[in-house]
């Protein structure tokens, strides 16, 4: 069993940074592939970006590509997302989130995805 605890959202004006940070508890965190998601109000949640285990191979939405940047720390048991020249269609709940999967592939599909934190708000200003 993965527990999972988002930080660092927040309120940021357009252009602006955050970085966020997943926290996991439980064993064999590196044989978890993680990724992180997002909701805007009134949408449904889609995928931001994932990482593998071994934090080798990471891929991520067209609409965040070359603004936002994953990262791991297995030895800390964290995640992280980088958030850079944030826009306001960026305004979300951010989930981390985890599954095993040893693969360089992981699945950026969240519904295959078992761990998941309580989210932690973005607020990007116009």
């Known amino acids: 069993q993965v527990q999972l605890v988002e930080s660092g959202g927040g309120l940021v004006q357009a252009g602006g940074s955050l970085r966020l940070s997943c926290a996991a508890s439980?064993?064999?965190?590196?044989?978890?592939?993680m990724g992180w998601f997002r909701q805007a109000p009134g949408k449904g949640r889609e995928f931001v970006a994932v990482?593998?285990?071994?934090?080798?191979?990471?891929y991520y939405a067209d609409s965040v590509k070359g603004r936002f940047s994953i990262s791991r720390d297995n030895a800390g048991n964290t995640v992280y997302l980088q958030m850079n020249s944030l826009k306001p269609e960026d305004t979300a709940v951010y989930y981390c989130?985890?599954?095993?999967?040893?693969?360089?592939?992981?699945?950026?599909?969240?519904?295959?995805?078992?761990?998941w934190g309580r989210g932690t708000q973005v607020t990007v200003s116009s």
């Open positions: 439980g064993r064999a965190f590196s044989s978890v592939a």
């Open positions: 990482i593998s285990c071994t934090g080798s191979h990471t």
């Open positions: 989130a985890g599954r095993r999967d040893i693969s360089s592939n992981p699945s950026t599909d969240y519904s295959r995805y078992y761990y």
